[in-house]
Antibody, heavy 117, light 110 residues
Framework: QEHLVESGGGVVRPGRSLRLSCVAS????????MHWVRQAPGKGLEWLAV????????YSAHSVKGRFTISRDNSKNMLYLQMNSLRVDDTAVYFC??????????WGQGTLVTVSS | QSALTQPASVSGSPGQSITISCTGT?????????VSWYQQHPGKAPKLLIY???NRPSGVSHRFSGSKSGNTASLTISGLQADDESHYYC??????????FGGGTKLTVL
C-alpha cells in the first residue's frame, strides 16, 4: 500500500530555519515528480514547489522562492523541504504529494509548522 | 501569481447536480490540458477527483465529471449526496512549469 509520511514540523521562531522530510513507501518513488503544498489554518491550498523524478528540474512558487528549497534522495525514498527565514505567515500544514498525469494524485497527511515568537 | 478563481460557495439539494467553475488565463487553464480537481474534507488530505480536465482516477465515482472551455474549467457533481459536502479545489499547470490552485469552493448539501 502506498504511503507518504511527513515529519519535521513544530513550533519555530520567526527568522529561524526548519527542514521537513517525507518518506515514501509502497510505490517506486524514483519514477515520480514530487511536490510540497501547504495550507494555512482555515485557508486554501497553496502550491510551493516541485522536483522532477531525476532531480534535474526544480520549480517553486514566487512566494517562497529564495527561502524554501525542495530536494530528494531517491536512494532513501525521501523528499525534503528546507525552509529558511521563516515568517509568521508560513504557519500552515505542509503536505508532500506525488504527481502523475500532470496532477497531484497522492498526498501525505501533512505536518504542522507554527511560526511564532 | 494569483490563485485561479473559484466561487467561494455553492449549494444544492440531494439528487441535484451542481457545477463549480475555475477561471484562469491562457497561461494556465486555457493553455494546458493539466487541469485537476480535488476534494478535501475537514482535517483530511485532499483527494484527486479529476485529472487532465476530464479523466477520473480509478475508484472515483462517475458522478464527478470535468470539462473546460477557454480559460474556464468546470467540475460537475451529479446526484448530490450528503457525503459530497466538502471543499473543492481546482489546479492547473502554468507556462512557468508551476502548479496553481484555485481559492477553493465550499459545497453545502442542503
Amino acid at each position: 500500500q502506498e504511503h507518504l509520511v511527513e515529519s519535521g514540523g513544530g513550533v519555530v521562531r520567526p527568522g529561524r530555519s526548519l527542514r521537513l522530510s517525507c518518506v515514501a513507501s509502497g510505490f517506486t518513488f524514483r519514477n515520480y515528480p514530487m511536490h510540497w503544498v501547504r495550507q494555512a489554518p482555515g485557508k486554501g491550498l497553496e502550491w510551493l514547489a516541485v522536483i522532477s523524478y531525476d532531480v534535474n528540474r526544480k520549480y517553486s512558487a514566487h512566494s517562497v522562492k529564495g527561502r524554501f528549497t525542495i530536494s530528494r534522495d531517491n536512494s532513501k525514498n525521501m523528499l525534503y523541504l528546507q525552509m529558511n527565514s521563516l515568517r509568521v505567515d508560513d504557519t500552515a500544514v505542509y503536505f508532500c504529494a506525488r504527481e502523475e498525469f500532470g496532477a497531484v494524485d497522492f498526498w501525505g497527511q501533512g505536518t504542522l509548522v507554527t511560526v511564532s515568537s | 501569481q494569483s490563485a485561479l478563481t473559484q466561487p467561494a460557495s455553492v449549494s444544492g439539494s440531494p439528487g441535484q447536480s451542481i457545477t463549480i467553475s475555475c477561471t484562469g488565463t491562457s497561461s494556465d487553464v486555457g493553455g494546458y490540458h493539466y487541469v485537476s480537481w480535488y476534494q478535501q474534507h475537514p482535517g483530511k488530505a485532499p483527494k484527486l477527483l479529476i485529472y487532465d480536465v476530464t479523466n477520473r482516477p480509478s475508484g472515483v465515482s462517475h458522478r464527478f465529471s470535468g470539462s473546460k472551455s477557454g480559460n474556464t474549467a468546470s467540475l460537475t457533481i451529479s446526484g448530490l449526496q450528503a457525503d459530497d459536502e466538502s471543499h473543492y479545489y481546482c489546479a492547473s499547470y502554468t507556462s512557468s512549469d508551476t502548479l496553481l490552485f484555485g481559492g477553493g469552493t465550499k459545497l453545502t448539501v442542503l
